[in-house]
């Protein structure tokens, strides 16, 4: 696993980079946080490719379960990556929800994640 730091403003990003998933399970989300919160980062960029295709599937519960670990240490995550492939409504209606907020974010482009996490 690479990790990138990016800063915009007074604002540190981490963008991580890995040829495998990096979270697959709740324990692995929190691993992660633990890096990149005692490094100073004020938000995470994460490639889809790198979260477990069970975060995806909200009946699996890992993604309430993830993004409550980021919400308790205040770490911003945005996951990029092409979510078209998604034909759940519930999955299209919790991105766009997520979208609406300042904690998570679902983006195409980590550019596009670094200006949000910048803005």
């Given at each position: 696993?690479?990790?990138?730091?990016?800063?915009?403003?007074?604002?540190?990003?981490?963008?991580?980079?890995?040829?495998?998933?990096?979270?697959?399970?709740?324990?692995?989300?929190?691993?992660?946080?633990?890096?990149?919160?005692?490094?100073?980062?004020?938000?995470?960029?994460?490639?889809?490719?790198?979260?477990?295709?069970?975060?995806?599937?909200?009946?699996?519960?890992?993604?309430?379960?993830?993004?409550q670990?980021?919400?308790?240490?205040?770490?911003r995550?945005?996951?990029?990556?092409?979510?078209?492939?998604?034909?759940?409504?519930?999955?299209?209606?919790?991105?766009?929800?997520?979208?609406?907020?300042?904690?998570?974010?679902f983006?195409?482009?980590?550019?596009?994640?670094i200006?949000?996490?910048?803005?």
């Amino acid at each position: 696993m690479d990790i990138t730091r990016h800063q915009v403003k007074d604002i540190q990003i981490a963008v991580v980079a890995a040829e495998h998933a990096v979270i697959t399970s709740v324990e692995d989300a929190t691993d992660l946080i633990g890096t990149i919160y005692y490094q100073g980062f004020d938000g995470v960029i994460v490639h889809k490719k790198n979260i477990s295709p069970d975060f995806f599937d909200l009946k699996t519960g890992l993604a309430g379960e993830i993004l409550q670990k980021f919400s308790n240490y205040r770490l911003r995550l945005i996951i990029a990556g092409d979510f078209s492939q998604y034909t759940s409504k519930s999955l299209r209606d919790f991105i766009y929800e997520c979208n609406k907020g300042k904690l998570v974010g679902f983006v195409t482009s980590v550019e596009e994640g670094i200006v949000l996490l910048g803005a």
